[in-house]
C-alpha cells in the first residue's frame, strides 16, 4: 500500500505560481513511477505530468510544456509540480498518483492515488 498526500494547491491569479507537494507514505517510494493527473468541472481526468523511480526523463504534456515542472526527492518520498505562468485553464483538481513500473500516461493503468488538491486561476 501506498498513502498519497497532496498539498499546495489554491488560489492564483493568472500569470502567477503554486508548487504542489505529493507526500507518499508506505511501501517503499524507491520503485514507484509517480504522476500528476488533473480534473477539471465536467471533463474527463488527464495527465499532467509523470515522471520515473529515479527521476529521469520526465515527461509534461503538451499544454503545460514550458510551465509547469515535475520533480521528485526520494529522501523526502515526495514528488512536486511547479506551475508558473498559471492559465485559468489550469483550474482543476489535481491529483498525484503512483504506480510501479515506468511512469505511463494512462491514469487507468496507476495503483494509488490521493485525494486531490483544488488549484483556481483567476483572470
Known amino acids: 500500500q501506498v498513502q498519497l498526500v497532496e498539498s499546495g494547491g489554491g488560489l492564483v491569479q493568472a500569470g502567477g505560481s503554486l508548487r504542489l507537494s505529493c507526500a507518499a507514505s508506505g511501501r517503499t517510494f524507491g520503485d514507484q513511477a509517480m504522476g500528476w493527473f488533473r480534473q477539471a468541472p465536467g471533463k474527463e481526468r488527464e495527465i499532467v505530468a509523470a515522471i520515473g523511480w529515479s527521476g529521469g526523463s520526465p515527461y509534461h504534456v503538451d499544454s503545460v510544456k514550458g510551465r509547469f515542472t515535475i520533480s521528485r526527492d526520494t529522501a523526502k518520498n515526495t514528488v512536486y509540480l511547479q506551475m508558473n505562468n498559471l492559465k485559468v485553464e489550469d483550474t482543476a483538481v489535481y491529483y498525484c498518483?503512483?504506480?510501479?513500473?515506468?511512469?505511463?500516461?494512462?491514469?487507468?493503468?496507476?495503483?494509488?492515488w490521493g485525494q486531490g488538491t483544488q488549484v483556481t486561476v483567476s483572470s
Open positions: 498518483a503512483s504506480r510501479r513500473g515506468n511512469p505511463v500516461v494512462p491514469g487507468t493503468l496507476y495503483d494509488y
